[in-house]
């Protein structure tokens, strides 16, 4: 590439760390997006810079949004009861997009794994046991990805929660084997959540 385009160089670059992205991708959507420069770019720019400036993990769930506490726990017509434990906040999403759920949510940021030296005390999950005790929860429902980090994150937090006097339940049928929330369609989300199981 010519050595004036650092600019562009530079955008390339940032866009092929995304995931899904990788450097043909990225340069495809700049181009894409200097052909479409007002309509997309600078409101992409902007869009991002806002995002930037405002964007923070709620303190409580460990959601994104924009303030300390975000929209799902600062809402009063949330079920006060129900905890959904994820992994990450694309699986708390995921699970949002099926509109089934009504409770809380508990973001982890991330599943145990001793192969990449990932603990209990790396995860969020002594801030999932001071809610329990202090929320007066009934149910935590472990949304876990199928997977064998996943899988032990669960038996670990079951372990954790099994003298708090709280149900603690997983997701059944329609979660494949393997399988990550954020890929699953919508209707598969609601029949693992309606179908749950005691762990």
Same mark, same amino acid.
């Given at each position: 590439?010519? *050595? &004036? &385009? *650092? ?12 995931? $899904? ?12 997006? #200097? ?27 460990? &959601? ?6 975000? @929209?799902?726990?600062?809402? @009063?017509?949330?079920?006060? $009861?129900?905890?959904?434990?994820? %992994? ?7 699970? %949002?997009?099926? $509109? ?10 991330? *599943?145990?794994?001793?192969?990449? $030296?990932?603990?209990? %005390? ?12 202090? %929320? ?8 876990? &990805? ?30 494949? #084997? ?10 598969? #989300? ?10």
């Amino acid at each position: 590439m010519n *050595s &004036n &385009n *650092s600019d562009i160089d530079n955008l390339i670059a940032l866009l092929a760390k995304l995931p $899904g992205l990788g450097p043909r991708s990225a340069r495809r959507a700049v181009l894409h997006l #200097i052909k479409k420069r007002s309509l997309l770019l600078s409101p992409l720019a902007d869009a991002m810079f806002a995002v930037a400036t405002t964007a923070r993990e709620c303190l409580i769930c460990g &959601n994104i949004g924009t303030a300390d506490r975000c @929209e799902i726990c600062a809402s @009063e017509k949330r079920a006060q $009861g129900q905890i959904c434990v994820v %992994e990450d906040v694309a699986d708390l999403w995921a699970i %949002e997009r099926s $509109g089934v759920f009504k409770g809380r949510y508990h973001v982890l940021g991330g *599943s145990l794994s001793a192969l990449d $030296g990932v603990g209990p %005390e790396e995860l969020r999950i002594p801030q999932l046991a001071d809610r329990v005790r202090e %929320e007066e929860i009934t149910e935590v429902i472990l949304a876990l &990805n199928a997977t064998v980090d996943g899988q032990t994150t669960a038996h670990y937090i079951a372990d954790q929660l099994e003298d708090m006097g709280v149900a603690v339940t997983s997701l059944a049928q329609g979660v494949p #084997i393997g399988g990550e929330l954020d890929y699953l369609d919508d209707g598969t #989300i609601s029949a693992a959540l309606n179908a749950r199981k005691s762990v």
